[in-house]
């Protein structure tokens, strides 16, 4: 008899005792009440994190160094909780003392400025709290991933494709060298590689870290990512390429895939695909196009040459939160397979969540896909700002920004003591400034040894001050530079001018 | 002469005439144009997304089929923009059409409830868009994570240690994996597995399946995940452990971690710790607990004996946004090393961010230590919680959802034609429904055949009907059956009575 059981299967029975059980009668949380705390909350948020935050006329940081900050935002976490007054306190220094990434005068990674739409959305994730891995749980979400996907590769060149949203570039770069991987040999994902052969990749001096944490992550091993020399402007020369591919081959290693890179890290150079893209074809090698960076050239008329060849590629990792603005984090990996190749790369079949027995398409069930379980639809930020402004004004920001640069770099070599690395391809802007002190010093050693020191100095003024932020470091035998990023709309010609002036304001005793 | 370059280093000048100066002139985006739509967007957030979504009178649902959803969206991606109350009405509808998974009767997830000091936090985050790798543009969120990570060590039981905050329990896993590895043998970083033994790992079968996809991705292969069995609870088997590690060294193989699970998916069982624990040491094995689910039983007096042995871990997976009831996503993976194990594992020291000649302290630059560049603060949305309702409120919450997990399966046992799989000793609630017509049917193949179709029916019509959220599945020849997940301090008494009211009602006439 099935019907009445009374005791659970395989235990006892339950402990009523254990229960105190007025405590189960009302709820413990009544989320109207906090509806008072959500609206300051959000003003602060509009106030502080977006109107002041932005405002060209206060600082970029109020720097504080760690030991000092510790103390200031009283870390510690206690026994007995705080009251609301305070915890909004604590929502406006964590505003104050952070590093205001979406001011106008932020140049110092590869992602900047405020993108209100993007913003909304994210706002609204936070709140719903989806994931991307079964339609049932988010319907809305998986469908919105799939049509940003789809016209990501409508302007990659492909007529179809697969491709999954990916907590940033660095992963997306991983799942583009496990899936040429499995590509090449599927049953690694079973045997390991323990039997296999020396599986070799090849990428550009210039690419991005993610490229060897992967191998070394994946079991590949640092050591077998070959690295082609690339040639003045940051470029992989493809006859370099060809050389390795030849030598990889001769010591008896299997070559598998090559990483090509538009936009690189430092340079914002983009390699030749066109070229590249022969050169895998011949040997039956997998290409990747990590255009974390360089992607949103593809959505301008005007500089999408820059990535002539792309859709020649097996895949294409995609960053919209660095260019194109997109609250962090926004990463597509792009697959122009649709064999269900990346599907058969990670699938895990979880029967928690996998059911066969659904009563919808579980085509549309995506998770199985993906390295993640829990997945954040970082589609649908990119998705309301491409809605809101359309296609024609994110081309209109791409070719902006790179006439900002333009503009800089013009500025750059017009200017006393300011020396371009070279002509920007990108938006990427590179360049020494020598103080006064070392102009008329000859070229050789000593000079650069001084120049080396001068970077780092401006850069602690700079912090300290807190009137603008970019990066610096050494390159290829280069000794410390600027490298300026420019992306957002927010910027101006004068944005430009205050820079280098505020350069030299902070250098010119050096 | 060094001090007045007119020309690039190495290009040639750049082309003025490709500038359209007028365009640079004045920005292209001007945030306070903006604050408008901001403020309506944050009234839709706060009445839509937090009230009407978690108002147990609302639905938890409002489902449609996909392709009738696609059209209701209108997805399209255009040339031109919308304006912004067009922008507005995309966010109304995007949580209408959601499903609200935090809304009290959403039990179909190991997430679920609103927590609005999270929520808060996440917000705050989107629009600052931090990333926690170098000290120097994460300040706060850098202190930030290294404190709730001490804390959450603290509770683990280990006096000090090391950590990061991942996207997510499946790359908590992951790292556990690759660290234990490289803690193995440090040289497959370099050489990667081609020439490496054969390594083995060992986790139960109930284990999550993020186990088996980071043996994939990392080359070890799933063939050399060996799974041990686990008991009618669904905990694992030292013993079968302790023959399957002695097996494997009889073949040659090379064991080198033990994967526990404090928390199953399914059935939500904490494998013994101490006894694997014994068994690691004596294999010097590395011993990861995945505590993902489980770990939030550390902040309870009453509950944390769950976990006895924890302290013995190598490292640890605990995902506050689950439990804990964080946003998505909070995953926190922990290691007891404090010797730069998980820094030298994963370090590829980009200069362009991690410059050792920096004016602060670059040991809080902690972004060498991931897989990811950029990365998410996420520990400040667990932060901002924990100080506001403090470790005894997080205590009483976890305390709270397991009563409310013992009063359902009291309700399951008291009530006719409902069935528990057993006693649950977390707040998982596995149990059957029998429909009248099958309640006086005798036990065999034929039962249970007609109940494997049951669930899935009831579950549908709960999803058409919108009134609440719970999974099924089968389960180690068990036929399909509900597991409801208990989390939301949201919920009461009245609302397990109406779950079970409503799948009687849902399923009388199968």
């Given at each position: 008899m099935a019907g009445k059981p009374s005791r659970a299967e395989c235990c006892g029975p339950v402990d009523g005792a254990a229960l105190d059980s007025a405590a189960l009668d009302e709820p413990l949380l009544n989320i109207p009440d906090s509806e008072g705390f959500l609206r300051q909350a959000m003003d602060i948020l509009v106030e502080e994190a977006v109107k002041k935050a932005t405002d060209a006329r206060e600082k970029v940081c109020e720097w504080r160094p760690p030991e000092e900050l510790k103390e200031l935002l009283d870390l510690e976490l206690r026994d007995g909780g705080e009251d609301e007054s305070r915890i909004l306190q604590r929502c406006r220094d964590a505003v104050r003392f952070s590093v205001k990434t979406t001011h106008p005068r932020f140049f110092n990674q590869q992602f900047a400025g405020m993108e209100p739409y993007s913003l909304v959305a994210g706002c609204i994730v936070e709140a719903l709290k989806p994931s991307v891995y079964t339609y049932e749980v988010g319907p809305v979400f998986t469908l919105v991933e799939d049509a940003v996907l789809r016209k990501m590769m409508e302007l990659v060149g492909w007529e179809e494709g697969d491709g999954i949203f990916n907590a940033g570039g660095s992963m997306s770069n991983m799942y583009a060298v496990n899936l040429a991987r499995f590509h090449h040999c599927p049953d690694i994902k079973e045997l390991g590689l323990a039997a296999a052969p020396q599986l070799v990749l090849f990428t550009s001096?210039?690419?991005?870290?993610s490229i060897s944490k992967a191998a070394a992550l994946l079991g590949i091993g640092t050591n077998n990512v070959s690295v082609v020399p690339s040639d003045e402007r940051g470029k992989m020369i493809p006859s370099a390429l060809e050389e390795l591919i030849q030598k990889a081959k001769g010591r008896g290693a299997v070559p598998f895939m090559v990483n090509a890179t538009a936009g690189t890290t430092v340079l914002g150079a983009f390699d030749p695909l066109e070229d590249i893209a022969d050169i895998c074809e011949q040997h039956s090698l997998w290409l990747h196009v990590d255009a974390c960076w360089g992607g949103a050239a593809l959505m301008s008329k005007k500089h999408k040459h820059l990535l002539k060849g792309i859709n020649r590629a097996n895949s294409v990792s995609w960053n919209?939160?660095?260019?194109?603005?997109?609250?962090?984090q926004c990463s597509a990996f792009l697959v122009r397979d649709r064999t269900g190749l990346l599907q058969r790369c990670h699938s895990a079949q979880a029967s928690y969540l996998f059911q066969q027995d659904k009563f919808y398409d579980v085509g549309f069930d995506t998770g199985d896909k993906s390295l993640q379980c829990s997945r954040k639809p970082d589609a649908f930020k990119f998705w309301l700002l491409w809605k809101a402004v359309g296609t024609r004004q994110l081309e209109q920001r791409v070719d902006r920004a790179l006439a900002m640069a333009r503009y800089l770099a013009e500025e750059i070599q017009r200017r006393d003591g300011f020396r371009l690395l070279m002509d920007p391809e990108y938006t990427n802007v590179c360049f020494w400034y020598f103080p006064p002190s070392l102009r008329n010093v000859d070229e050789g050693p000593e000079l650069w040894s001084k120049m080396h020191t001068v970077a780092p100095v401006i850069k602690e003024r700079m912090m300290k001050e807190g009137s603008m932020m970019m990066g610096y470091q050494p390159h290829k035998g280069r000794v410390n530079f600027f490298r300026m990023i420019i992306i957002s709309p927010q910027t101006s010609r004068r944005d430009m001018d205050f820079v280098l002036d505020q350069i030299h304001h902070l250098g010119k005793d050096l």
């Open positions: 001096q210039e690419c991005h870290y919209p939160h660095k260019m194109l603005m997109v609250c962090l």
